[in-house]
């Protein structure tokens, strides 16, 4: 017995000096597994714990081509609603998330700023107490969550603007304005929330003369964007005129920038800023001459030096023809993402018995339709997210080295 004791005992030890597969190869099959498994993993052994901890090896995870593919996250609700959300995978299977406190509270009303590398950043705050508006960055995959400092000026209510990656300095950013405001939203006082530093700090912005943006942004490397707009007329009536644009802001320069819009369309219906191969692009919803039928054109845009002497160039990639009840939402593998309405043929149904809308997938390049039955009971359809799983950080976001 003891003899066999000491045989297993020098196995083991040799097992532990020269193992099986190289470190490279045991690496490179970890990476490739999903982010559920690595967690597990970690109780393996000390040398699998540090190395699923290492900022290189969750970068190579997160860009690993089995990962790259994003899954679809879709927000049910009003902002005013509890947060409520699933995925989509890419075997489209429609998953629920189950939020971690405090979001768990149905209490609180939520809504997802921006989405990045598999974190999330939430805004949320009491309606039954009337607590200010907190905000905190959490990893679903991972379940860890930080919440966010108060700003500087911090008052009862502030508008969370952006959530984005910055690649060039390896950080997190969160962009507010402290008071709500459709209309001239650049005037208001802005703070930047660094992830890295776990600092605000307020920025100062040039007069803009009265331009709002809207409250979702998409996020391309290293830039957010939104939709802009400014009141160019005031009618008797109190119409408001606007001219519409979309504004950039770049998290390291800390500098907004003006960009035109690809088309001026007076039947436009309604547009959506998303990502295309790596891209700023435009879904716009457009009625056709005769008001009886719709389209929707995808136009990227282009960053660079042009003969026009302009830094922006957008360019038309596809134009569709579509129902006049179905609304284009986003972009998801490559897949013009679009809900269809409900229709109010039959009798309205109680407001708590809603009927949630009919997800679409539109193909741009074949016309090819695909539908999802994505009913769900008293929530409409909000907002989606490409979202990655990752096994990316919150406590400590490490500077480039």
Not at 9 to 35: H, W, Y
Not at 237 to 251: I, L, P, Q
Not at 353 to 374: A, G, I, K
Request: aromatic share 12%; glycine share 4%.
């Amino acid at each position: 017995m003891a003899n066999d004791f000491l045989s297993q005992s020098s196995a083991m030890e040799q097992i532990g000096d020269n193992p099986f597969l190289p470190e490279d190869i045991i690496r490179t099959i970890l990476k490739s597994l999903p982010v559920k498994s690595l967690i597990r993993f970690r109780c393996v052994c000390k040398e699998w714990k540090n190395l699923l901890k290492t900022p290189s090896f969750i970068t190579e995870h997160l860009h690993h081509p089995m990962n790259e593919n994003p899954l679809l996250l879709l927000q049910w609700g009003h902002k005013l609603d509890p947060l409520h959300f699933h995925i989509l995978n890419h075997k489209m299977q429609l998953l629920e998330v189950q939020p971690p406190l405090p979001l768990m509270d149905s209490s609180l009303r939520t809504e997802i700023v921006g989405c990045s590398n598999g974190l999330l950043c939430v805004n949320y705050y009491d309606l039954e107490t009337s607590l200010p508006f907190l905000l905190l960055v959490w990893n679903p995959a991972t379940r860890e969550i930080r919440h966010v400092p108060n700003p500087i000026k911090h008052k009862i209510q502030y508008f969370a603007l952006g959530f984005g990656f910055s690649p060039v300095d390896n950080d997190y950013k969160i962009l507010v304005s402290l008071e709500r405001a459709d209309i001239d939203s650049l005037s208001n006082p802005l703070e930047v929330y660094s992830l890295r530093t776990g600092s605000w700090k307020e920025i100062k912005v040039e007069d803009f003369g009265g331009l709002g943006i809207s409250d979702f942004a998409a996020t391309v490397d290293g830039a957010m964007f939104w939709f802009g707009h400014k009141v160019t007329n005031i009618a008797e009536n109190d119409f408001f005129a606007y001219d519409e644009m979309v504004v950039s802001f770049d998290m390291v320069m800390e500098v907004f920038t003006l960009i035109p819009l690809p088309c001026d369309d007076d039947d436009l219906r309604k547009s959506f800023l998303s990502v295309y191969e790596n891209k700023l692009a435009m879904l716009c919803d457009t009625e056709n001459e005769n008001y009886e039928s719709y389209r929707t054109d995808l136009w990227v845009m282009e960053e660079g030096a042009f003969p026009s002497g302009e830094r922006w160039s957008w360019s038309k990639k596809y134009s569709i023809s579509t129902p006049s009840s179905i609304y284009p939402r986003g972009i998801w593998l490559e897949k013009i993402v679009c809900i269809a309405l409900p229709t109010y043929d039959e009798p309205e149904p109680e407001i708590n018995h809603r009927t949630m809308d009919v997800l679409y997938m539109l193909n741009p390049s074949t016309h090819e339709w695909v539908h999802f039955n994505c009913r769900q009971v008293g929530y409409q359809f909000s907002i989606i997210f490409n979202y990655a799983e990752s096994l990316m950080p919150i406590a400590n976001i490490h500077p480039c080295s």
